[in-house]
C-alpha cells in the first residue's frame, strides 16, 4: 500500500493532531508517532508540518501549551506538552463529523457507474 504524505492530509492534519489529544497530553514527537501508529506505518507527517498546526492551533485556543517542568531524568531540553481544550474538543466534533459527511458523498460518486 502506497504511504500518505504531508500534501495529501491537507486540510485534515489539525483534526487529526486533536484527535490525537484525545487520547492525552502529549510533545510533538510523540503526537508524530501517535499519528504514525494510528496510520498502520503508512502516513509520513514532517516535524515541519506538525509545528505550524500545533501553534495554529494554540493560538485558536482549540490545544493548550506548556512547558515541562523538567526533562525528569533524561538529557535534552524541556518539552513543550499539549493538551486538548474544550474548544479543541468541540472542534473535533465537528471535524468527525465534516470527514463522515466527506466520506459519504465521495464513496457514493466512486461507486457510482456509467
Excluded at 515541562?68 to 474538543?89: M, N, Q, V
Aim: glycine fraction near 12%.
Amino acid at each position: 500500500m502506497q504511504s500518505i504524505r504531508g500534501d495529501q492530509l491537507r486540510g485534515h492534519l489539525e483534526t487529526l493532531i486533536l484527535s490525537t489529544l484525545e487520547r492525552g497530553e502529549a510533545h510533538g514527537l510523540e503526537i508524530l508517532n501517535r499519528l504514525a501508529v494510528a496510520g498502520c506505518g503508512l502516513l509520513h507527517l514532517k516535524e515541519g508540518s506538525l509545528y505550524p498546526a500545533l501553534y495554529r492551533l494554540e493560538e485558536a485556543g482549540k490545544i493548550q501549551a506548556a512547558w515541562e517542568p523538567s526533562p525528569h531524568g533524561r538529557r535534552g531540553a524541556r518539552r513543550r506538552i499539549y493538551r486538548l481544550t474544550t474548544k479543541g474538543k468541540r472542534e473535533l466534533a465537528k471535524g468527525r463529523g465534516e470527514w463522515s459527511l466527506f466520506v459519504q458523498i465521495i464513496g457514493k460518486m466512486m461507486e457510482a457507474t456509467p
